[in-house]
């Protein structure tokens, strides 16, 4: 679930108050949308880099649920991390996004195939 997820990078960046009030649906509507604006970017991140192997996962969210072919949450709460912490300018940044990138390397990749092709004449 994408709250799951924006919870666990909030956690891991010791913000246990925004996660508590996330939590509790205490938060305003803007620091939602915000949460939810950098999923949205480590999401369209991830597909970006499968497309350019000729496969999309469904970015879309069905009933609050993330679906990535592979791809823990734990991957996708250390986008969310380091996004957090580019976007406020913090200086663990550069440490959580190569947590990131080095979790996503790690994660599996579907294989590319090459159909066969006929002569005509």
């Known amino acids: 679930m994408v709250k799951d997820i924006v919870l666990g990078a909030l956690r891991m960046l ?3 108050a925004e996660a508590d009030a996330l939590e509790a649906d205490g938060q305003t509507a803007a620091e939602t949308a915000e949460y939810l604006r950098l999923y949205n970017l480590v999401a369209g991140e991830i597909a970006d880099e499968y497309r350019r192997s000729g496969f999309a996962p ?10 990535f072919y592979g791809i823990s949450p734990r991957v996708l ?19 959580w996004d190569g947590r990131y990138k080095a979790a996503l390397s790690l994660a599996p990749r579907p294989r590319a195939t090459v159909r066969a092709r006929r002569m005509y004449r």
């Open 14 to 16: 010791g913000m246990t």
């Open 58 to 67: 469904a970015a879309a969210l069905t009933d609050g649920e993330a679906e």
């Open 77 to 95: 709460s250390y986008g969310v991390a380091a996004e957090c912490c580019i976007t406020r300018g913090l200086d663990e940044a550069s440490m």
